[in-house]
């Protein structure tokens, strides 16, 4: 009888659409521009109204996780964005949502959503209100009464009209006293561009100045909802800052859970892009609860980070709630030791991010990585080291093993890649390789970063190595 294939169940419509929007390339915005004073803009409404779509318009790139679910976006995500010619501090809200069951985790959420929603309105010099053609709903009249107050910094953009859909009914909005409407569509573009002008109409652009590289500065900010309700981080949420007169950015990912406990499809995708920072990013802090220990996905997580040569630091956090004791933190390191066995190479270090305890370590430890990730070496001195390696340590010989070492060379930096040209590379046993790199690490500078080396055949040394 035949064996049957196994069939594995189909992607979802969301799953496809993550997929989709991923693999497009988006502009280069690795250079981009930061100003100062420049005007806070935040656009706002009810749930799946199309403000993450609005956002990422104006933005030019996929910085929100779009979908068709409510209550997708959670934390403010932020950037700088360039409406109708000018900067400002665009801001993409979680959706004001009424309907909550009274004592669930969902609805403890739902009311932080709304207290950072009401946070961001209460500073922003324009706010965008976000509604949907031909639907008024109870969280849209109960939303544009909280905002009464606010008035005077109101533009409203009725969305999902592209082609004209129903913009007749939608006119019923002005009798919430608006003075004026915009219909749009963020996902087709319609009318964007009358909108971008009136959103920055009347803003105040006097203050605005490009920053030097220099005057950047360490900024305390609340961007991330921070809750004890798993798979509260969605979007990859972005922040800059400057420490040790070094520039950095980071990149606060959603956490990874095994497929089997990735119930909904937006955490597929949120999961999704946070694996997919692994690989713009150069090192990694891998958080552990100092309070609940390691996860099987913490392994698995740094499996994919090593794969992508990034620099790994463990880092204990909520350390404030164990023994401030050495003996402690030591046998906390044993342990996580003993879990990664090879990767002990790797910092450990306590963290109450909470408190803001080791958090200058953090960064300073983070800059030394970095420096090995860089580094590059002469390959002069490459084979000066590989030669002396070879005198204390000579690669084994017998009639079935037998291998010459010829030279050696750096392919990459960040992630630090080695080569080693020798005769029958597949001789060469895996201790004798695990040897190299340990010299590698020890002697070169990489002794806290992962290196990879490969093995290449070549009868030729290094001095005759262009010969015909």
Known sequence: ??????????????????????????????????????????????????????????????LAIVAPTPGVTRDGVEGT????????????????????????????????????????????????????AGKITGEDEEFISILRPFMEKVVVGVNKCEGGNDENTSWNYLKYGFKEIVFISASHGDHITEFAEKIVANLDFSKVREIAEDEKLFTHSNSSIVSDYAGTTRDVVEGEFSFGGKKFEVLDTAGIRRKAKVHENVEYYSVNRAIKTLDKCDVVFLMIDAQEGLAEQDKKICSLAFERGRAIIFVLNKWDTQEQSKKTFRH????????????????????????????????????????????????????????????HYPPPATKAIHFKVRYMTQVSANPVSFKIFCTNPENVPESYVTYLKNKIRKDLGFDQIPVSLELKASRKKWENRFDE
């Open 1 to 62: 009888m035949a064996k049957q294939k196994k069939k594995f169940p189909e992607k979802t419509k969301i799953q496809n659409e993550v997929e989709k929007i991923d693999d497009i390339e988006t502009e280069d915005f690795s250079n981009k521009k930061e100003y100062e004073g420049t005007p806070l803009v935040v656009i706002a409404g009810r749930p799946n109204v199309g403000k993450s779509t609005l956002f990422n318009r104006f933005m030019r790139r996929r």
């Open 81 to 132: 964005a360039i409406i109708a010619g000018k900067p400002v501090r665009l801001v993409d809200t979680g959706g004001y949502k009424l309907d909550r069951e009274i004592g669930t985790q969902e609805a403890q959420m739902d009311a932080l959503v709304v207290e950072k929603t009401l946070s961001f309105i209460k500073k922003a010099d324009k706010i965008v209100l976000l509604l949907e």
């Open 332 to 391: 906390t390191k044993e342990w996580i030791n003993a879990m990664f066995g090879q990767m002990n190479w790797a910092p450990i270090l306590p963290l109450s991010a909470l408190n803001g305890d080791g958090i200058r370590d953090l960064l300073n430890k983070t800059i030394e990585l970095y420096k090995q990730l860089v580094r590059k070496v002469e390959t002069s001195a490459l084979n000066r080291a590989l030669a002396d390696w070879i005198f």
